[in-house]
């Protein structure tokens, strides 16, 4: 049985895999695209490659991206969604690139205040964290559902998340600065994850995400 009095479980926080905007470059949030042929081909031989660890238990973002990349992952595993995960809202600044945005004095201003100014017609970095703290709050209390009376000597969860929420997660549960956690499409990192079994949103400071590798 794992550490009851801690509460412990392996996470892996993986990235989707590449679109076309992202190779372009471009901020995807809201725009539901899904994975490119490139992006497929690429998990599929990290997959065949084991660089992904087995998970017992899987949770996703509602966004094509993501569920796509489950579904490439993880075929035998079905995914639990979590709405709270949905990538950050660029607002005015959604799918454009830098090229298309240099000039833009309200994306240099943003660019100024290193990432802290919320996306005109956007949402503020602030606000997305909490949001996507509230998701993994939701996972958990999922999750204590899914293993109450579970006997294994370890738990194991996956996530197939953004690059965006990875961040927010780890700078919210791991105290890493948030720019810091930036990963590629289709990586990620494997995580202990401990006093995750909470019911309360006011007891989100108990928990801790500590990184153990890269994905």
């Not at 049985?1 to 412990?8: E, L, S, Y």
């Not at 997959?47 to 579904?71: D, G, K, N, Q």
């Amino acid at each position: 049985m794992w550490n009851r009095a801690k509460d412990q479980m392996t996470l892996a926080l993986i990235r989707h895999g590449e679109t076309e905007a992202n190779r372009e470059r471009r901020y995807l949030g809201k725009t539901d695209e899904g994975l490119s042929k490139r992006g497929r081909r690429l998990l599929l031989s990290q997959r065949e490659h084991y660089i992904y660890p087995s998970v017992a238990y899987l949770f996703c973002s509602p966004m094509r991206r993501c569920r796509e990349t489950a579904e490439i992952l993880y075929p035998e595993r079905k995914p639990v969604i979590i709405p709270e995960w949905e990538e950050i809202h660029f607002g005015e600044f959604e799918y454009k690139n830098y090229e298309e945005l240099k000039g833009d004095k309200r994306y240099q201003a943003w660019i100024d205040s290193g990432g802290a100014l919320a996306f005109p017609g956007g949402e503020s970095r602030e606000s997305f964290v909490l949001r996507c703290g509230e998701g993994f709050l939701r996972m958990c209390k999922i999750l204590s559902r899914m293993v109450d009376g579970d006997e294994e000597d370890s738990l194991s969860v996956g996530a197939i998340l953004h690059g965006g929420t990875i961040m927010a997660l780890l700078s919210l549960y791991g105290g890493i600065p948030y720019f810091a956690c930036q990963t590629a499409c289709g990586n990620g990192y494997l995580c202990r994850a401990e006093r995750w079994r909470l019911v309360a949103l006011e007891e989100r400071e108990k928990v801790k995400i500590e990184v153990m590798r890269k994905i």
